[in-house]
């Protein structure tokens, strides 16, 4: 049988999910595929597209390369539009040629709304849609100061954002009386507006521009009805999205009353042979703006095409997760409350800036929809309540109150029906992830390459674990806590072994308690146990292995393969002499040199075989390494305190630096961070630290477990006006206490929330020595204090040791060709990808 | 071009390190040489390229075994590469160039293959 031509119109995000799709059904076979795309570039994540400001290229958000068109076959034309369909003679027009096709499927998705507003043809009046979009945005940019976004919506406000991070003074313009109408209320609303203008995005409401003209301070001047008026350099329109219908009307086929190509369950429009995916595709009705419907619609379409005669598109959730600006923004089903006789919950937290609504049935029984503000803690478990009818509890508000209050803990995984979708990207449900667990999926990495679940945005990542660890115990697999294949045991347990047996090397330990020879993940925790235990040199032949590259090094490897210095700044305090050394070490080896948020300065860009070197001057001129390459102590910020400060009532900057001289080298599961504050008014942002230490009138107080990173956490108070004695041995407990019983990897925060008992607990075994081992965890800490030693100033001191810091171990004097570099801002930095030239 | 493949000397014994890599230079561009002196065979070859970043620090990964095959781990991003085959672990599409290495008395000998012409190389 002669092979039939398929064309696909639309080379985007939906049109390449069907490809994929296709290719692994036995159909792929019938056809000669050939897509044409509009756009210059392969089909790329438009859902990050905003990271192109960031740093990321077009290859790292494309979704597939020209080789894999190539290896199916599939002949891929890009930047060659579609111009007109034939019907009758079934073939497609493009200003290259015409092609005839047997079945046809559109996914030309959809293009910003422009609204008619006199002087919109403006140069410098954009949109936001596509990477070409994002340059010229660059471009108009460029030197100037002021950028308006017209609409208040989702892509609107990432539009501010994108604005922002260009060092523009962002405003968002909305016609409505407040931000993201479709899924926000009114008291939604005007929290993230509130949220958004504290970090500087400046928000109008209630604006309707009536038209564009030349501005006086700026480039442009947008006048309002209100007889007001804003100047601005560049305007985005980001006033919503319209279905790319052009094709479809011109050959006649039927569309909705406000765009869209009607499609039907099978995404067939209204000639047999043409089909529409996406989001230029009408069905029921509904246009999805969302990228997981449409690839539902991509899935069937594959279906469809392989002879399925059940396949069919049903609809698909609209519910979003998101962070905005850097604040969280849910929105699930009916979040407006319009289904008949629908009542409302809601908790208004204006302290700590939460809005939670959620909007129940009459009977009260079922989740119709929720929005969040500011915190989307509850999402999962709403959405799951939502999308599977689940019961609600009896005092359904416990769902939103926080925990404190009452608050219900989150939905187990056993309330979860098999019907539950778990990943919505890959639509995996429940009842999918237990069959393929009992088709023999032993852990989650292979749930995982099974189902595709949690390999799209990741959001679902917590939840399938959680789903898949009680599947498994269900099924009587003991879910296993070992580090990994090589010991069957946790971070906690190999570190009783080796204290308790005294074993020295990762050799021993593997071969009297595991097995093989150990990887990645093992080996460093290792590394980390022993350098608790026995406080050896890293680099000692029998560690040097086991470490990370970073510890090997004793530097943090950069993108490009070359390593940043973070020299030990105690407390951040340092003399006019040493900041001179640092210049001049940093110049004599061309350094890029930054002011780090740890109160230190870090020098980037040397090689390997720099580093010694660069180390024998800095130790000369009594610096010391500041192991900001280990998971150990990094830094204790200081405010200046009492000595200087009007309102200071200790030495702050004297505790840092006797703190920071006392745990510095200390390994741990995860590094440690602490800060000493002179008074309550927190200049060292103590109570974000692992350790936080403010001044009283009496004393110190200790707060303990903070971090910021991806999960922030402030410290808990853990004691008051502590002496100086009594803080560092206090201190010296609760440090001895995590490094010993912590996870690999486990920050304070998280390890103190995972032990049974919590803080109350950790308060017993600290301060009231409820367990009896205070004296030894003292103890043990002093020993490591007595053993410290810096570690650069051994290695360049040791020839051997040294021996390991050669880029080619048989050419010295060869530098790394792939090392290219370019200067900005008077510092040299290595060029980007887009900038390389071929060698 | 040159006829034919040939081994040649890029270390001796004691520039290596044990249970990891090191990186040496060759007519063929960087190569990470691993000992791993608790198997057999006990030396490795593969490009020093990490193939996800274009950059060269192969021979700065931890070593190890995973699920039976000798691997190295990518220090950038910590994809796995089987030491033997060159095979990426987590992404079957990728692979990293292998060379045959052998031990001459105190002399490590990697064969360079036969197509790789002495200027593009120098
Ligand atoms: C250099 C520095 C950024 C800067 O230019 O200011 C930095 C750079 C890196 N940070 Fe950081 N962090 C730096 C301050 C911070 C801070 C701010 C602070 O310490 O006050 C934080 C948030 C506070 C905290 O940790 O609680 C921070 C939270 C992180 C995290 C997230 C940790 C978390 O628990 O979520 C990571 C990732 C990790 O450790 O797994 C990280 C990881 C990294 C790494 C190691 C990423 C990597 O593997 O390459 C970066 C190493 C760069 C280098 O070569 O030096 N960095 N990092 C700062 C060094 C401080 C210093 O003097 O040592
Ligand atoms: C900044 C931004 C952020 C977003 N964030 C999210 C998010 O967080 N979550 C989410 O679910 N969705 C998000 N979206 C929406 C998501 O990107 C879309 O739902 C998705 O891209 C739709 O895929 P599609 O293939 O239907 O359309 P597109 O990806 O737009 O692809 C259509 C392609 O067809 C081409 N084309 C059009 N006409 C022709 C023609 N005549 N001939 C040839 N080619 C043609 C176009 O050039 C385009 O390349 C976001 C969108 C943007 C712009
Ligand atoms: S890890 Fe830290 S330093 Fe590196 S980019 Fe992220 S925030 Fe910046
Ligand atoms: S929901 Fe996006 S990966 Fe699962």
Sequence with gaps: MSKKNLIVIGNGMVGHHFLEKLVDTPAVTDFNITVFGEEKLLAYDRVHLSEYFSGSTHSDLAMGTAEWYAEHQIDLHLDEGVTDIDRERQVVKTPRGEYPYDELVLATGSYPFVPPIKGNDNPHCLVYRTLEDLDDIRASAKGVKTGVVVGGGLLGLEAANALKSLGLEAHVVEFAPRLMPVQLDRDGGALLKHKIEEIGVQVHTEKATTEIVDGDSARLRMNFSDESHLETDLIVFSAGIRPQDTLARSCGLDIGERGGIIINDQCTTSDPHIHAIGECALWSEKIFGLVAPGYTMARTMASVLNGDQEAAFTGADMSTKLKLLGVDVGSIGDAHGQTPGAKSIRFNDEQAGHYRRMVISEDGKKLLGAILVGDNGPYDTLLQYALNEIDLPESPETLILPESEGGAPALGPDALPETASICSCHNVTKGDICGAIDAGCADLGAVKSETKASTGCGGCAALLKTVVDSELEKRGVEVSKDICEHFPYSRQELFHLVKVSGIRTFQTLIRDHGKGHGCDICKPAVASILATCWNEHVLATDHVPLQDTNDTFMANMQKNGTYSIVPRVPGGEITPDKLIVLGQVAKEYNLYTKITGGQRIDLFGATLSELPEIWEKLIAAGFETGHAYGKALRTVKSCVGSTWCRYGVQDSVGMAIHLEDRYKGLRAPHKIKFAVSGCTRECAEAQSKDIGVIATENGWNLYVCGNGGMRPRHGDLFATDLSDEELVSTIDRVLMFYVRTADRLQRTSVWMENLEGGLDYLKQVVLEDSLGIGAELEEHMESLVGTYQCEWKTAVEDPEKRKRFREFVNAPEKKDPVQQWTMERDQKRPVLESEVEPA | ?122
Aim: aromatic share 8%; net charge negative; charged share 20%.
């Design chain 2, 1 to 122: 071009m040159r006829e034919r493949a040939s081994w040649d000397v890029v270390c001796t014994v004691d520039d290596l390190i044990a249970e990891s890599g090191v990186a040496v230079w060759t007519e063929d561009g960087p190569v990470a040489v691993f000992y791993l002196p608790h198997r057999l065979p006990a030396l490795f070859a593969i490009s020093h390229t990490d193939p996800f970043t274009g950059k060269n620090v192969l021979a700065r990964g931890i070593t190890g075994d995973l699920k039976g095959q000798p691997v190295v781990a990518s220090p950038l991003y910590k994809q796995h590469f089987n030491l033997e085959t060159g095979q990426c672990l987590e992404d079957e599409t990728v692979q990293v160039k292998t060379y045959p290495v052998l031990l001459d008395g105190q002399n490590i000998r990697i064969e360079v293959p036969a197509s790789v012409s002495r200027t593009a190389a120098a």
